[in-house]
């Protein structure tokens, strides 16, 4: 994952229009853009509130990524606060590895919507793990 590639090409994130802008060593976080699609709207016109829960996960895992010099993250719970309505528009996920260890790590996520107003946040604990059938990334 580099600036130089906008576009994620796995399935679940190709569905959600992410976008990687940008990662902060110093810190540990990750910054992601997202559009959700059309399906994402629920009665009212806004981004339903459960599928708020796939971009988080999704930058909270490019965090980990990050933080653990390319491993995955295996979630194991996610514990979310909605604050307001999410218009169906292009959002903005920041996510941080609080501490990211060989097993476990905790992470945390805010979005935003397009005017940059807080919408939501999120913890996490996941299990650090391998790439499946591989020892070293995707390339090895």
Wanted: net charge negative; glycine share 8%.
């Amino acid at each position: 994952m580099t600036e130089q590639s906008p576009m994620l090409q796995w399935p679940s994130a190709k569905l959600m229009g992410a976008e990687f802008v940008s990662f902060d060593q110093d810190t540990l976080t990750v910054e992601m853009a997202f559009l959700p699609p059309p399906e994402f709207a629920n009665m009212r016109g806004h981004v339903q509130g459960g599928l708020l829960a796939g971009p988080m996960d999704e930058a909270m895992g490019a965090a980990v990524f990050l933080a653990t010099q390319g491993k995955l993250q295996l979630s194991l719970d996610i514990n979310i606060s909605f604050l307001r309505p999410v218009a169906m528009d292009r959002i903005t996920v920041k996510a941080r590895a609080v501490k990211a260890g060989r097993r476990v790590s905790f992470v945390e996520a805010e979005l935003f919507d397009k005017d940059g107003k807080l919408c939501a946040r999120t913890t996490a604990t996941s299990m650090t793990t391998e790439w499946p059938n591989m020892k070293q990334g995707p390339d090895a």
